[in-house]
């Protein structure tokens, strides 16, 4: 079965057995406790719905199907996914991290988990070679991100696999900013893919969610065991949030592609902007490992203007149809600035030292008209 498939009917199979409503979408099963008509034995196979629900088993197929993985987690937000895999850990193990990683990440990693004994390096890894170097002989997981938040950096995901694999080592790839419709990092053979749903997969803004998805039959038993034992699982509602939107997300991610390409191809060329990050420029750093491992480039572009902090705001604040807000991968088109908004805690210095300017721009290209989306630009930066 094909991706845009996938998306639509794995998990909605209508049950036509006797007995069976033939419902085509899934429905919500708000139970909490299933009724059993032997006391050692779960009829239907559910017994209380922490520990499994049909709604959310619905929303784990589809999620295992679209990553190409055989399992699949559902938890109540893209940290809780997180967090969970960091379990799978022992006091003293060591993480490494790409340094330009999602600004939670950094923080769970570095404020709360340190404190429970984990060590965490960051590193700009974008080269494979670049990973000797770093890693330590109790470094258990190599954590990555790419396209990155909000540089657009790209990991060579297949080297770095092969790369940890010989040293046993766990690779985990942050899948988000991708979303499976671009990039597929099991079949590229990393470890354990994670997403926050609350991005592209969901990608209606009405619901905040987190997944993660493995291939390995022992490492599904221990993250499945961690799900049901820490609870922090996605409610029935919000798996059926994300199930409505996955069945959009082959559409959306192309129309995503195509705006941003427009929204490129735009800010190139104007004269107020200093510098675009996309993946699809040729120009790009990583543009050749982009073309070999992502279907697409994505919906995510960052900018940075000619000018100071102030003209940049002055720029965010006078568009109209695009929102100042934090999140991305949404058919609205979000703007934000990095520097006071979701890079705000890393100190100034920190910021400069990678690249994260004060009049650094990022957009979440939605898939209104891409007509509406230019004029909105281009009013906005006439305005500064
Ligand atoms: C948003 C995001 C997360 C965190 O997910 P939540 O659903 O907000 O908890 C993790 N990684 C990346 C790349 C994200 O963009």
Redesign the pocket.
Known sequence: MKFATKAIHVGNEPNLKEGGSGDVVMPIHLSTTFARSKVDEPTAGYEYSRSGNPTRYALEANLAALENGKYAFAFA????A?TNILLLLHMGDHVLCIDDV?G??RRLFTKVLLNFGLAFTFADFTKAQDLQEHVQANSKIIWI?TPT?PLLKIVDIASVCKFARKKGILTVV?N??ASPYLQQPLSLGADIVVH????YIGGHSDA???CVVVHDQTLAERIKFLQNAVGAILSPFDCYQVLKGIKTLAVRMERHNQNAQKVVAFLSTHKKVKKVYYPGLESHKGHSIAKKQMTGFGGMVSFELVGDCQKTIRFLQSLKIISIAE??GVVESLIEHPASMTHASIPKEERAKIGLTDTLIRISVGIEDEQDILEDIAQGLEKI
Not at 77 to 80: E, K, R, T
Not at 196 to 199: D, F, I
């Open positions: 937000s893209g940290l809780a997180i999602y939670g990440t991100e938040n942050d988000t900013f926050s749903l609350t991005k905040v969610a987190g999140s991305l």
